[in-house]
């Protein structure tokens, strides 16, 4: 089986300057892959120039076999793929209902409230907060708005950038649950996350980027089996599955 999503060779920046260099990513179909890699290390520039955020220096990105090199932003999401941002992902003056109907803007009305109802039974935080205003939400709460939004594109492949970032260890779990079963759903995710520890506990793969490279990349069991690795590149000294 051909992998729905692959970089090859991939160097991109922002720019004149250069973030990746031969960057090379085979992701699988319905897979539930992991960014990982010490702060700067080009994670969520990985991501960003998958959805046509960078400036491209070389290399190529394929989504289904079709080369994304040099396809607009606009046309990228689509596609069939969504990007969650890790900042300014909702829009904090508006309900989480308001926020929730934007993403649905495309649909009749009985056909928005039929996916909004479905959201909802997803994402029940959402619904107790339905009428409440994004920018009023905890940080778990507004990420779970975030990937709702993401997911109601209905894709085939969502980018997540750093979606535990300066949650509680509770909302973590959640949110790497949560994701585990849009993964389910038969939804592809690649997830950039500094929360290794959580995240590899969940995750099917992973991938560590160092200084924009490559430098390993396995099963979650394997990253977490090879100590050397763990200690070097995430910091994770002592880490245990389970």
Not at 61 to 69: D, K, Y
Not at 99 to 108: E, G, K, Q, T, V
Not at 123 to 143: H, T, V
């Amino acid at each position: 089986m051909l992998p729905i999503l692959t970089t090859s060779a991939l160097s991109a920046g922002y720019g004149k300057l250069h973030i990746l260099h031969d960057v090379s990513v085979a992701v699988e179909k319905g897979q539930y892959l992991a960014i990982l890699g010490p702060n700067g290390s080009g994670k969520s520039t990985l991501l960003k120039s998958i959805f046509g955020l960078t400036t491209h220096f070389g290399g190529d990105i394929q989504f289904e076999g079709a080369s994304l090199t040099g396809t607009p932003t606009e046309q990228i999401g689509g596609l069939g793929i969504a990007y969650v941002p890790q900042r300014e992902n909702v829009f904090t003056s508006m309900s989480v209902r308001e926020n929730l109907l934007l993403a649905l803007r495309h649909l009749s009305r009985a056909e928005a409230e039929t996916s909004l109802a479905a959201a909802y039974e997803l994402f029940p935080i959402l619904a107790d907060r339905a009428s409440q205003r994004a920018g009023q939400l905890s940080g778990g709460e507004r990420q779970m708005l975030a990937i709702a939004i993401g997911w109601l594109a209905r894709p085939r492949l969502m980018l997540l950038d750093e979606p535990s970032a300066g949650l509680s260890p509770l909302f973590v779990t959640e949110v790497f649950r949560t994701l585990r079963t849009l993964c389910a759903q038969g939804i592809t995710l690649v997830v950039v996350e500094q929360n290794a520890r959580s995240l590899l506990r969940w995750c099917d793969a992973a991938y560590i980027l160092r200084e924009g490279r490559v430098v390993f990349h396995g099963t979650a069991a394997e990253v977490l089996a090879d100590e050397e690795t763990v200690k070097g590149y995430l910091g994770m000294g002592g880490v245990r599955v389970g």
